[in-house]
């Protein structure tokens, strides 16, 4: 009876031990839960002040430090504890040395313990991240580990590095095998697009590389490889070169311009204003692109010719547009004939979607003045009258559109005409527009 007592008494001493302690496992799990990361390095620390010997939470620890960054810590922690697995051990004072910025010796700790331990995926991942400005290494280190063949994660540091060294069917290799292993894993997802891309362009930079290694200074070649390098989400220094190189045989050239825009370092507002380019507008289509650089080639084999540079005008207004060349084109022509009135109407659209206003009202003064054709002066005020209207100039806006009217009734012009008398209250006149709009497009579809 008295021995009952006693494991009575002692089972009620520990009690409160007990229940904190299983209060503490909750809110680690809580903690855990809601991806608190310093919650969680709080909670373990304190668990292990009842459970000093807890290697499990230990090296949980360890590892929560390093996630927070704090690799004193982490080192503190992995000193402590002289039964580390030799795993952990190595990757946590690689870890901490990488951090103090002793690469060197970090990478020699990795490929000492690898050396007896092939078999540490964590450890080969860990040292071919440390070579990641030498991808070489990386590949000559995963080709060797045994683990890489079924290895999602090696197999994806792999085709990274085999990109970076131009081996892209190899890459495409490798990112294939990891796929197959798991095509829904978090890592596959993240670098699916890129892949596919590269997939995609792999048969025109094939050809492109084909037609530089016979002549280096190909100018179609060279844009062509900088242009699908670039869809590829391959280096961004050789797209630079080669859009340079191409720069040097073709100065007049606009895909040059497109790609040096886009893989500049500058602000946006310094690349408007050095290429005349909006970075933040997507490359045109590989036909697209394909067309600018056969307009390119005209233009520079015919400086003087006026039709090419008019065409590469239009091709540069239409989506994705870069509307800065094409008044540039178009104002180049008109400097050296001011009554071509294709060009004026080129420049007045080019600055109406720019939303340039005093320019684009210039350009048209300039058009009107030349006397060109009907139509095409109502087509030059209905971009302008667009323009106005953007900008809440809806006297200005009307007095285009109504002149547009007068020369040509077109649905276009009827429903821009309609929405600024909308605008401007005058409801029964926009509808009389809309209505007379609706009946044209019935009859051009008969």
């Known amino acids: 009876m008295r021995r009952a007592l006693i494991v009575l008494l002692f089972g009620f001493a520990l009690a409160p031990f007990i229940v904190r302690a299983e209060s503490l496992a909750s809110q680690l799990e809580a903690a855990q839960k809601d991806q608190d990361l310093h919650a969680e390095i709080e909670i373990t620390r304190r668990i292990l002040d009842q459970e000093p010997t807890n290697a499990g939470l230990k090296e949980s620890l360890i590892r929560l430090w390093l996630r927070a960054g704090d690799f004193d810590l982490a080192e503190q922690t992995l000193l402590l504890w002289p039964e580390a697995p030799a795993s952990l051990k190595a990757t946590t004072t690689a870890a901490v040395l990488w951090q103090r910025e002793n690469q060197n010796a970090a990478r020699e700790v990795l490929a000492k313990y690898l050396a007896n331990h092939p078999q540490d995926l964590e450890a080969t991942s860990q040292l071919a991240s440390f070579y990641q400005n030498d991808p070489g290494k990386v590949r000559a280190l995963l080709t060797e580990s045994p683990l890489t063949g079924e290895s999602q994660l090696l197999l994806l540091q792999r085709a990274a590095a085999e990109k970076l060294l131009g081996d892209y069917p190899a890459a495409l290799a490798d990112f294939d095998r990891a796929k197959s292993l798991d095509s829904e894993a978090p890592a596959i997802r993240d670098v699916r697009p890129s892949f596919e891309r590269l997939a995609a362009a792999l048969p025109s930079l094939q050809a492109a590389e084909a037609a530089l290694h016979k002549d280096p200074r190909d100018f179609r070649a060279l844009l062509q490889r900088a242009y699908f ?46 290429y005349g380019v909006d970075p933040a507008i997507a490359l045109p289509e590989p036909g697209q692109f394909e067309k600018l650089i056969t307009l390119d080639t005209e233009v520079h084999s015919r400086p003087t010719a006026t039709s090419s540079r008019l065409a590469r005008a239009s091709l540069l207004g239409e989506a994705p547009p870069q509307y800065r060349l094409a008044l540039r084109d178009a104002g180049t022509v008109l400097e050296k004939d001011p009554s071509n009135s294709e060009a004026g109407l080129a420049a007045v659209y080019a600055a109406s979607r720019l939303n340039d206003l005093p320019t684009a009202r210039e350009w048209l003064a300039r058009l009107s003045a030349s006397r060109p054709p009907a139509k095409l002066l109502a087509q030059a005020r209905f971009y302008l009258s667009e323009a106005e209207l953007a900008g809440d100039n809806l006297d200005a806006a009307l007095q285009l559109i109504n002149e547009a009217v007068k020369a040509d009734t077109k649905a276009s012009y009827l429903k821009q005409r309609a929405a600024i008398l909308i605008r401007l209250n005058r409801q029964a006149e926009a509808e009389a527009d809309l209505a007379k709009a609706s009946a044209l497009e019935k009859r051009s579809k008969r």
């Open 229 to 274: 390098s670039l869809s590829a989400d391959l280096a961004r220094e050789q797209v630079h070169a080669d859009a340079e190189t191409a720069r040097q045989i073709n100065p007049d050239s606009t895909a040059v311009l497109l790609l040096l825009a886009k893989t500049s370092s500058q602000p946006s507002t310094h690349i408007i204003t050095e």
